[in-house]
């Protein structure tokens, strides 16, 4: 277990992270189109968040100290990542209000999984 932060783990966490939140969507998106679950921003931001829970909860445990670090640097990586990959395809100006509503749900859902992932036992 190393006490130095390592930016490696944050970046595979990034990484995990935007699978992940690709798998849900195109899970969220099979299930529209089968189903007549209506479309929400509710259910965009649990995919937002439960894919930065994951990663960060897997980051935290992988380093076993310092969660909280982890967790929340996952969070501001992927919301960095989400805001530039939208610039380039997306010519409208971003919604604010949007970004930091996203932006508060990746920081405590990384934080909350980069504590969560330090406090689970290892083996």
Excluded: C, H
């Amino acid at each position: 277990m190393s006490k130095s932060f390592q930016i490696s783990l944050v970046l595979k966490g990034i990484l995990i992270a935007s699978i992940l939140a690709m798998v849900f969507s195109l899970v969220f998106g099979i299930l529209l189109s089968l189903t007549s679950l209506p479309e929400s921003n509710l259910i965009i931001n649990i995919i937002f968040g439960a894919s930065v829970f994951i990663s960060a909860f897997i980051t935290a445990y992988q380093a076993g100290t310092r969660g909280l670090y982890y967790g929340i640097s996952v969070g501001v990586g992927f919301i960095l990542l989400v805001l530039i990959i939208s610039s380039v395809f997306w010519s409208d100006t971003p919604a604010w209000l949007k970004i930091a509503e996203k932006a508060i749900v990746a920081l405590l859902t990384g934080g909350i999984g980069g504590i969560v992932g330090v406090l689970f036992p290892q083996s």
